[in-house]
């Protein structure tokens, strides 16, 4: 099975930068994701890892190690509508192709 | 490009009445498909998941059950909900050792009373 944990919630403030981290237990692993969901909506695909290093996608960046099965989704120059809920999810290495979610990370970006 | 349809967005119902939820994947053959549940300020618990047509397996023991009759076609249904069954429904298409993750539906927020 898949353990995932991440903070509960962080704050920053707009034109910053904040890191919000994620740390996995697996069983099998074939990539780790990081979703974007805005209140009452569903989440959205932000990033994807599934070697070591970091994969820079415009204002957003992910890294990720293996060997410490850890994580982390870097925001920069933070804009009001970045404020979101940020979930990690680990895809398991079948064919089902099955992912796991953490209880997700609460960005409020203050003015 | 695939798109996924899931209906309907909001739904209220007493306890012990049925429920059926919908979702439909356009634009791609023999999908994988989920459903997950969100309970208020946590993550997505996987409840099914399917990797074809009339298969279905089951992540928690629980008072739902799930079918897929056509290749892009999986429902969500109850016979007699329970208070606890209330929460936040994703359908997902997604799965493959693709590079994007999961496509979301928008989701069916229920509400048992």
């Known amino acids: 099975g898949q353990n995932i944990d991440q903070p509960t919630e962080m704050t920053a403030t707009e034109g910053a930068i904040v890191q919000i981290n994620c740390t996995y237990q697996t069983s099998g692993f074939n990539g780790l994701f990081w979703y974007q969901q805005h209140a009452g909506e569903a989440p959205t695909f932000l990033s994807y890892n599934v070697l070591d290093g970091l994969e820079e996608k415009g204002r957003f960046s992910s890294f990720l190690s293996r060997s410490k099965g850890y994580s982390y989704l870097l925001l920069k120059e933070l804009q009001m509508k970045d404020s979101a809920s940020y979930l990690c999810a680990v895809r398991e290495n079948t064919n089902a192709g099955k992912s796991t979610f953490g209880d997700g990370t609460t960005l409020t970006v203050k003015p | ?113």
């Not at chain 2, 209220?12 to 979702?23: A, F, I």
């Not at chain 2, 989920?34 to 279905?56: K, P, T």
């Not at chain 2, 936040?88 to 069916?108: E, I, P, Q, R, V």
């Open chain 2, 1 to 113: 490009s695939q798109t996924i349809h899931q209906w309907p967005a909001t739904l209220v119902q007493p306890v012990g009445s049925p429920l059926s939820l919908e979702c439909t994947v356009e634009g791609t053959s023999n999908p994988n498909l989920y459903w997950y549940r969100q309970a208020a300020g946590r993550g997505l618990q996987l409840l099914f998941y399917s990797v074809g047509i009339g298969q279905i397996s089951s992540e928690v023991p629980q008072n739902l059950s799930a079918s897929r009759p056509q290749d892009r076609q999986f429902i969500l249904s109850s016979k007699k909900l329970l208070l606890s069954d209330s929460g936040f429904y994703l359908c997902a298409w997604g799965g493959d050792f693709s590079n994007y993750g999961y496509t979301f539906g928008s989701g069916t927020r229920l509400t048992v009373v």
